[in-house]
């Protein structure tokens, strides 16, 4: 029962998850179809433990290259997925090479196994599961596949781990650089929830990739807890998945200002003159969503301009840049409107939200606007 309760928990979540992620996908929300091909593949893995464990070797014999082509494609369909969330441009022929290893061992196990004789099938899975001896060559072929799977595996998570982190913390920089608010994006959620997703899903995953089944097979306590705790990070990645809106952004490098000449810095700093200029006349930041690419439209140049004028020259990103402007405001509105509301005061320093407003106030002026309110009156 333990065994059974384990292995439903996971699978359920997953085929659940990806049948809703699937469902409400659309051209906007391209990210719940990527974050569903990660469930779907899940639920795969998940059913193939289910068929082993419980010995429906049968069944299993068929469904073995779907089961070990899904432990490779595991961290790839992960990693795109990030990427869905902030940029919409997937190409299928540069991300091919992500699934290459993926599509090998798959054909290759259904290769085998269609050729291989049902006892030495079986020999295998009794290697696979109970660590038993291998005596024929069919079933070394199958055990040396598998194993090289574990392997590549061990690799991915390595590798992958890296490239999911790095993309998660440059397209957190971006954001900030991009746009003024930021709450409608659920983003403060999302970066913490996949970086520990993927760190709490390697560790564990790492473990039992190294060591093999046959320990998980054996130990039904083992099994329960690790279930238990993928079942809570599936349901965790997909609530956020589901709430979270894609942002396409540009993550290309942007020129540092130690390889810019002469009149590149010349343009920078009358940039600089026109974009403080620009938010003294013009409040700009009164506009909720505001981003970067209106400001550098009204400035007649581009984003990357903008933002390296902010962050080299005044020392702030964007988001942090304008928010300032509103915090200014926020304080002028508190003491000379007594009578108005902190949602009021929140509206009219164009702040997207009241929850917003009251945490970068406080980031910034170390109370909350109520009692900064009480300290100036």
């Given at each position: 029962?333990?065994?059974?309760?384990?292995?439903?928990?996971?699978?359920?979540?997953?085929?659940?998850?990806?049948?809703?992620?699937?469902?409400?996908?659309?051209?906007?929300?391209?990210?719940?179809?990527?974050?569903?091909?990660?469930?779907?593949?899940?639920?795969?893995?998940?059913?193939?433990?289910?068929?082993?464990?419980?010995?429906?070797?049968?069944?299993?014999?068929?469904?073995?290259?779907?089961?070990?082509?899904?432990?490779?494609?595991?961290?790839?369909?992960?990693?795109?997925?990030?990427?869905?969330?902030?940029?919409?441009?997937?190409?299928?022929?540069?991300?091919?090479?992500?699934?290459?290893?993926?599509?090998?061992?798959?054909?290759?196990?259904?290769?085998?196994?269609?050729?291989?004789?049902?006892?030495?099938?079986?020999?295998?899975?009794?290697?696979?599961?109970?660590?038993?001896?291998?005596?024929?060559?069919?079933?070394?072929?199958?055990?040396?596949?598998?194993?090289?799977?574990r392997f590549f595996h061990l690799v991915q998570i390595i590798g992958y781990n890296f490239l999911t982190?790095?993309?998660?913390?440059?397209?957190?920089?971006?954001?900030?650089?991009?746009?003024?608010?930021?709450?409608?994006?659920?983003?403060?959620?999302?970066?913490?929830?996949?970086?520990?997703?993927?760190?709490?899903?390697?560790?564990?995953?790492?473990?039992?990739?190294?060591?093999?089944?046959?320990?998980?097979?054996?130990?039904?306590?083992?099994?329960?807890?690790?279930?238990?705790?993928?079942?809570?990070?599936?349901?965790?990645?997909?609530?956020?998945?589901?709430?979270?809106?894609?942002?396409?952004?540009?993550?290309?490098?942007?020129?540092?200002?130690?390889?810019?000449?002469?009149?590149?810095?010349?343009?920078?700093?009358?940039?600089?003159?026109?974009?403080?200029?620009?938010?003294?006349?013009?409040?700009?930041?009164?506009?909720?969503?505001?981003?970067?690419?209106?400001?550098?439209?009204?400035?007649?140049?581009?984003?990357?301009?903008?933002?390296?004028?902010?962050?080299?020259?005044?020392?702030?990103?964007?988001?942090?840049?304008?928010?300032?402007?509103?915090?200014?405001?926020?304080?002028?509105?508190?003491?000379?409107?007594?009578?108005?509301?902190?949602?009021?005061?929140?509206?009219?320093?164009?702040?997207?939200?009241?929850?917003?407003?009251?945490?970068?106030?406080?980031?910034?002026?170390?109370c909350t606007p109520s009692e900064y309110r009480k300290k100036i009156l």
């Open positions: 029962m333990i065994k059974l309760i384990a292995l439903l928990s996971p699978l359920s979540i997953n085929l659940y998850g990806a049948i809703f992620l699937f469902a409400t996908a659309t051209k906007q929300f391209k990210n719940r179809f990527f974050l569903g091909l990660f469930l779907a593949n899940s639920f795969i893995l998940f059913l193939g433990h289910f068929l082993s464990f419980y010995e429906y070797w049968k069944i299993f014999q068929y469904f073995d290259f779907l089961f070990l082509g899904a432990i490779l494609a595991f961290y790839p369909l992960y990693y795109l997925y990030i990427y869905s969330a902030f940029n919409f441009n997937i190409i299928p022929i540069k991300w091919i090479y992500h699934f290459t290893p993926s599509i090998i061992i798959a054909a290759l196990m259904l290769i085998v196994t269609s050729l291989v004789s049902w006892e030495n099938y079986i020999e295998y899975m009794n290697n696979n599961l109970y660590a038993s001896e291998l005596t024929s060559s069919s079933s070394k072929i199958l055990a040396y596949l598998y194993r090289g799977t982190i790095r993309f998660i913390l440059r397209a957190h920089q971006e954001m900030n650089n991009s746009f003024s608010n930021l709450d409608k994006y659920q983003l403060r959620y999302f970066y913490v929830v996949n970086i520990s997703f993927i760190l709490f899903m390697s560790i564990p995953g790492f473990y039992v990739t190294l060591i093999g089944r046959t320990p998980l097979n054996t130990n039904d306590y083992l099994l329960l807890s690790s279930c238990i705790l993928f079942s809570l990070l599936y349901l965790i990645i997909a609530i956020i998945g589901i709430r979270q809106i894609p942002v396409a952004i540009d993550l290309k490098t942007m020129v540092p200002k130690n390889e810019a000449g002469k009149e590149q810095l010349y343009e920078f700093n009358e940039l600089e003159k026109e974009l403080y200029l620009y938010f003294s006349n013009e409040k700009p930041w009164l506009v909720p969503n505001l981003n970067i690419w209106e400001v550098a439209k009204h400035l007649g140049t581009n984003r990357s301009y903008i933002s390296n004028v902010i962050n080299e020259k005044v020392g702030c990103n964007f988001n942090q840049f304008v928010n300032n402007y509103r915090i200014k405001e926020a304080k002028l509105l508190l003491k000379q409107t007594p009578n108005k509301t902190i949602t009021e005061i929140s509206e009219l320093a164009g702040f997207g939200s009241v929850n917003s407003f009251i945490r970068i106030f406080k980031k910034v002026e170390k």
